[in-house]
């Protein structure tokens, strides 16, 4: 198949270094799903708050997902963004999942401290909500051409030749110390959806060193056709076909386990499971998600495999397989909730 290579920033702001990016639009996306979601739980009485204060959690998970992910990102991933000045910087990407969670359960800490409820309940309604916002994550991770999985054969129909791939962006004269625009706005001439006098008044004259960059040296090599026919002296070609795998992360993560989740809900929605229940079903589920995707999914170059043959994403998600037995075993008081509680009028918290 063909990388679709769609513009990363849905709308130019001119004369403002920050655009507006699918990146942070599915963010809102997955929010305001989220939102939609969790409203129609706390009528039906499942989450135990009443429906006008419901978007007060996505007001604390916003702050959650930014800064856990963005911590999450900086401490396993990419050691730079500690510095101060490139943390704050999250319209370039960077976000962890397994940081973000961990922020989503300091955010629901401090919503259960300022409503005084309990905690396991609040985490299930969670789960039932953050699925949409994963799909929709994943899918501008595909859109940004980063998180490419493994390399493949050509036979496999799925497969694809990724513009952003170290091997691609070296063929067309792309370099590492350009800005990320810079390396976007080439790329979409490249592949003939913008002509180089449309974006020369975007690209910068020097690189991340300070010398001037000879974009009449850059233009001749941007013809993404001709790279992506390149062959060595065996036919194989220059430039790697690869798993789609953001593709599969946001099949796998968002819309199956998503799946599951509503299946769960509705199968138990007149008596439904004792608090906590729900949040471990997500828990085991993307744990087991992720880590087999992570066969296909190509590890970060810097980090490779970490660990007893595992890669991060799969020893953060054992740790996700630990934190839903803690949630398994919890001690819990009282009896399970009852059934139902009436649009606003939510049973009483039992964990």
């Known amino acids: 198949m063909e990388f679709p290579a769609w513009d990363p920033v849905?709308?130019?702001?001119p004369g403002l270094p920050i655009d507006i990016r699918w990146y942070g639009m599915m963010y809102v996306?997955?929010?305001?799903?989220?939102?939609?979601?969790?409203?129609?739980?706390?009528?039906a009485g499942f989450f135990p708050v009443k429906p006008e204060a419901a978007p007060d959690l996505i007001f604390y998970c916003v702050f959650g997902v930014m800064l856990g992910g963005r911590t999450g990102y900086a401490?396993?991933?990419?050691?730079s963004l500690l510095n101060?000045?490139?943390?704050?910087?999250?319209?370039?990407?960077?976000?962890?999942?397994?940081?973000?969670?961990?922020?989503?359960a300091v955010a629901i800490w401090l919503f259960c401290r300022k409503y005084q409820i309990r905690w396991m309940r609040v985490a299930d309604a969670c789960a039932l909500a953050v699925t949409p916002g994963i799909l929709a994550v994943r899918c501008a991770n595909f859109i940004n051409g980063e998180l490419f999985g493994r390399v493949t054969q050509k036979g496999v129909?799925?497969?694809?030749?990724?513009?952003?791939?170290?091997r691609a962006l070296s063929l067309l004269g792309i370099a590492d110390d350009w800005t990320m625009r810079d390396r976007e706005l080439c790329i979409q001439v490249a592949y003939g959806k913008?002509?180089?006098?449309?974006v020369k008044g975007l690209l910068s004259q020097v690189d991340g060193h300070g010398k001037a960059i000879d974009w009449s040296a850059v233009v001749p090599k941007l013809d993404w056709q001709h790279v992506r026919s390149l062959t060595d002296v065996d036919?194989?070609?220059?430039?790697p076909y690869r798993h789609p795998s953001q593709l599969y992360e946001g099949l796998g993560e968002g819309l199956l386990l998503g799946l599951v989740m509503l299946a769960l809900y509705l199968l138990t929605r007149r008596r439904p499971w004792r608090p906590g229940r729900?949040?471990?079903?997500?828990?085991l589920g993307y744990a087991v998600v992720r880590s087999s995707l992570e066969f296909v999914r190509e590890p970060d170059s810097w980090l490779g495999v970490v660990w007893l043959g595992m890669t991060m994403g799969q020893i953060l998600s054992a740790g996700l397989v630990v934190g839903a037995m803690l949630m398994l075993f919890w001690p819990q008081r009282g009896a399970a909730a009852p059934s139902g509680g009436g649009p606003g009028h939510p049973p009483p918290a039992t964990e």
């Open 235 to 239: 036919g194989h070609p220059l430039v």
């Open 194 to 198: 913008r002509t180089f006098d449309d």
């Open 10 to 13: 849905l709308f130019d702001i």
């Open 29 to 43: 996306v997955g929010f305001v799903a989220g939102q939609w979601i969790l409203v129609r739980l706390a009528r």
């Open 157 to 166: 129909g799925w497969a694809m030749q990724f513009p952003t791939d170290d």
């Open 278 to 283: 729900y949040g471990v079903v997500f828990l």
């Open 84 to 104: 101060p000045l490139e943390f704050v910087q999250v319209w370039k990407g960077g976000l962890a999942f397994h940081g973000g969670l961990a922020g989503v």
């Open 75 to 79: 401490l396993f991933y990419q050691h």
